[in-house]
Protein backbone atom coordinates (compact mmCIF):
# COMPACT_ATOMS: atom_id res chain seq x y z
CA UNK A 1 0.00 0.00 0.00
CA UNK A 2 2.65 2.11 0.95
CA UNK A 3 4.71 1.40 -2.32
CA UNK A 4 1.52 2.05 -4.50
CA UNK A 5 1.31 5.46 -2.95
CA UNK A 6 5.00 6.33 -3.55
CA UNK A 7 4.48 5.89 -7.03
CA UNK A 8 1.64 7.98 -7.57
CA UNK A 9 3.05 10.70 -5.76
CA UNK A 10 6.00 10.72 -7.84
CA UNK A 11 3.63 10.16 -10.93
CA UNK A 12 2.17 13.17 -10.27
CA UNK A 13 5.60 15.02 -9.51
CA UNK A 14 6.95 13.69 -12.93
CA UNK A 15 3.64 14.49 -15.02
CA UNK A 16 4.02 17.88 -13.36
CA UNK A 17 7.35 18.74 -13.82
CA UNK A 18 7.34 17.16 -17.63
CA UNK A 19 4.02 19.89 -18.58
CA UNK A 20 5.66 22.74 -16.81
CA UNK A 21 9.24 22.84 -17.52
CA UNK A 22 9.28 23.12 -21.73
CA UNK A 23 6.77 26.00 -21.32
CA UNK A 24 9.21 27.72 -18.77
CA UNK A 25 12.16 27.01 -21.45
CA UNK A 26 9.76 28.52 -24.19
CA UNK A 27 8.69 31.75 -21.84
CA UNK A 28 12.69 32.03 -21.31
CA UNK A 29 13.14 31.87 -24.92
CA UNK A 30 10.63 34.42 -25.93
CA UNK A 31 11.45 37.02 -23.00
CA UNK A 32 15.14 36.99 -24.52
CA UNK A 33 13.51 37.53 -27.71
CA UNK A 34 12.29 40.15 -26.30
CA UNK A 35 15.08 41.14 -24.51
CA UNK A 36 13.26 41.77 -21.28
CA UNK A 37 15.32 40.32 -18.17
CA UNK A 38 14.08 37.37 -17.03
CA UNK A 39 13.48 37.30 -13.10
CA UNK A 40 14.44 34.18 -11.42
CA UNK A 41 12.52 32.58 -9.01
CA UNK A 42 8.94 33.24 -7.12
CA UNK A 43 9.10 36.91 -6.53
CA UNK A 44 6.07 38.37 -5.58
CA UNK A 45 4.87 41.19 -7.17
CA UNK A 46 5.27 44.60 -4.68
CA UNK A 47 1.61 45.89 -3.22
CA UNK A 48 0.15 48.54 -4.40
CA UNK A 49 -2.86 50.67 -4.15
CA UNK A 50 -3.29 53.88 -6.66
CA UNK A 51 -6.27 55.70 -8.70
CA UNK A 52 -7.00 55.90 -11.69
CA UNK A 53 -7.89 58.84 -14.21
CA UNK A 54 -11.34 58.76 -12.69
CA UNK A 55 -9.95 58.75 -9.34
CA UNK A 56 -11.12 55.33 -8.88
CA UNK A 57 -8.73 53.47 -6.09
CA UNK A 58 -7.08 50.99 -8.19
CA UNK A 59 -5.42 47.55 -6.10
CA UNK A 60 -3.24 45.10 -7.46
CA UNK A 61 -5.01 42.23 -5.55
CA UNK A 62 -8.28 43.00 -7.81
CA UNK A 63 -6.20 41.45 -10.96
CA UNK A 64 -5.27 38.34 -9.45
CA UNK A 65 -5.50 34.40 -11.49
CA UNK A 66 -4.73 37.62 -14.79
CA UNK A 67 -1.93 38.36 -16.64
CA UNK A 68 -0.39 41.88 -15.34
CA UNK A 69 1.08 44.21 -18.04
CA UNK A 70 2.80 47.22 -15.54
CA UNK A 71 4.11 49.82 -17.79
CA UNK A 72 5.47 52.92 -16.16
CA UNK A 73 5.36 56.36 -18.07
CA UNK A 74 5.39 60.12 -17.97
CA UNK A 75 4.03 62.59 -19.96
CA UNK A 76 7.23 64.26 -20.44
CA UNK A 77 9.19 60.91 -21.66
CA UNK A 78 9.82 60.41 -25.20
CA UNK A 79 10.90 57.08 -25.53
CA UNK A 80 7.47 56.15 -23.30
CA UNK A 81 5.01 58.38 -25.91
CA UNK A 82 7.16 56.14 -28.44
CA UNK A 83 6.26 52.84 -27.07
CA UNK A 84 2.24 54.48 -26.31
CA UNK A 85 0.57 53.37 -29.48
CA UNK A 86 2.16 49.43 -29.08
CA UNK A 87 1.09 49.68 -25.61
CA UNK A 88 -2.71 49.95 -27.13
CA UNK A 89 -3.08 47.15 -29.53
CA UNK A 90 -1.21 44.75 -27.18
CA UNK A 91 -4.87 45.76 -24.71
CA UNK A 92 -7.09 45.66 -27.89
CA UNK A 93 -5.45 42.31 -28.75
CA UNK A 94 -6.01 40.58 -25.30
CA UNK A 95 -9.10 42.70 -24.20
CA UNK A 96 -11.49 39.96 -22.57
CA UNK A 97 -8.96 37.53 -21.61
CA UNK A 98 -7.00 36.93 -18.58
CA UNK A 99 -5.01 39.49 -18.98
CA UNK A 100 -4.49 43.19 -18.13
CA UNK A 101 -2.22 46.28 -19.10
CA UNK A 102 -1.82 48.90 -16.53
CA UNK A 103 0.14 52.27 -17.42
CA UNK A 104 1.64 54.00 -14.25
CA UNK A 105 2.30 57.78 -14.87
CA UNK A 106 4.76 58.85 -12.79
CA UNK A 107 4.00 62.64 -13.60
CA UNK A 108 4.76 64.80 -10.77
CA UNK A 109 2.23 67.68 -11.91
CA UNK A 110 -0.43 65.45 -11.10
CA UNK A 111 -3.36 63.92 -12.94
CA UNK A 112 -4.00 67.44 -15.58
CA UNK A 113 -1.29 66.41 -18.27
CA UNK A 114 -1.93 63.06 -17.90
CA UNK A 115 -5.38 62.91 -18.64
CA UNK A 116 -4.76 65.64 -21.51
CA UNK A 117 -2.25 63.64 -23.12
CA UNK A 118 -4.40 59.90 -22.69
CA UNK A 119 -7.66 61.84 -24.57
CA UNK A 120 -5.69 63.47 -27.05
CA UNK A 121 -4.64 60.14 -28.65
CA UNK A 122 -7.43 58.00 -27.39
CA UNK A 123 -5.67 55.21 -25.33
CA UNK A 124 -8.05 52.93 -23.82
CA UNK A 125 -5.99 50.66 -21.15
CA UNK A 126 -5.95 51.60 -17.48
CA UNK A 127 -3.87 54.43 -16.71
CA UNK A 128 -2.81 54.99 -13.05
CA UNK A 129 -1.52 58.18 -11.42
CA UNK A 130 1.40 57.82 -8.56
CA UNK A 131 2.56 61.43 -8.63
CA UNK A 132 4.68 60.94 -5.36
CA UNK A 133 7.10 57.98 -7.47
CA UNK A 134 6.15 55.57 -4.17
CA UNK A 135 5.38 52.42 -6.54
CA UNK A 136 8.34 53.25 -8.92
CA UNK A 137 10.83 52.92 -5.00
CA UNK A 138 8.53 49.97 -4.53
CA UNK A 139 9.68 48.32 -8.19
CA UNK A 140 13.22 49.39 -7.66
CA UNK A 141 12.88 51.52 -10.94
CA UNK A 142 15.58 53.56 -11.99
CA UNK A 143 14.90 54.93 -15.81
CA UNK A 144 11.61 54.82 -17.67
CA UNK A 145 10.10 53.37 -19.72
CA UNK A 146 9.96 50.27 -17.03
CA UNK A 147 7.83 47.37 -18.25
CA UNK A 148 6.74 43.85 -15.84
CA UNK A 149 5.50 41.33 -16.67
CA UNK A 150 3.32 39.84 -13.80
CA UNK A 151 1.99 36.01 -13.85
CA UNK A 152 -1.57 35.08 -13.10
CA UNK A 153 -0.18 34.39 -9.62
CA UNK A 154 0.78 37.27 -9.10
CA UNK A 155 4.50 35.84 -9.56
CA UNK A 156 7.24 38.55 -11.47
CA UNK A 157 8.59 36.95 -14.36
CA UNK A 158 10.42 39.53 -16.74
CA UNK A 159 11.29 43.38 -16.43
CA UNK A 160 12.38 45.55 -19.40
CA UNK A 161 13.33 49.29 -19.23
CA UNK A 162 13.62 51.23 -22.38
CA UNK A 163 10.80 51.32 -24.96
CA UNK A 164 10.27 48.30 -26.94
CA UNK A 165 7.47 47.24 -29.70
CA UNK A 166 4.59 45.83 -27.45
CA UNK A 167 2.91 44.16 -30.88
CA UNK A 168 5.46 41.85 -31.70
CA UNK A 169 4.97 38.15 -32.05
CA UNK A 170 7.36 37.34 -29.58
CA UNK A 171 5.11 39.37 -27.03
CA UNK A 172 2.04 38.26 -28.08
CA UNK A 173 3.28 34.46 -27.72
CA UNK A 174 4.76 35.20 -24.64
CA UNK A 175 1.44 36.49 -23.37
CA UNK A 176 -0.39 33.96 -24.55
CA UNK A 177 1.80 31.37 -23.28
CA UNK A 178 1.04 33.16 -19.52
CA UNK A 179 -2.49 33.31 -20.14
CA UNK A 180 -2.48 29.50 -20.97
CA UNK A 181 -0.02 28.43 -17.87
Known amino acids: MKRKILFHFWGVI ?4 IF ?18 PIKGDQKTPYFSLKDLEG ?8 KGK ?3 LNFWATWCSPCKEEMPSLEVLHQK ?10 IAVDYGGIKPV ?9 TF ?9 TLERFKVKGIPATFL ?8 GKAIGPRDWKSPEVISLINCLIEQ
Open 94 to 103: FKGKKFVLLA
Open 67 to 69: VIF
Open 126 to 134: TVLIDSKGE
Open 115 to 123: KEFIHKYAY
Open 14 to 17: LLLL
Open 20 to 37: HLPLQGAEEDLLSAIKMI
Open 56 to 63: KKVELKQF
Open 150 to 157: IDKRGFMV
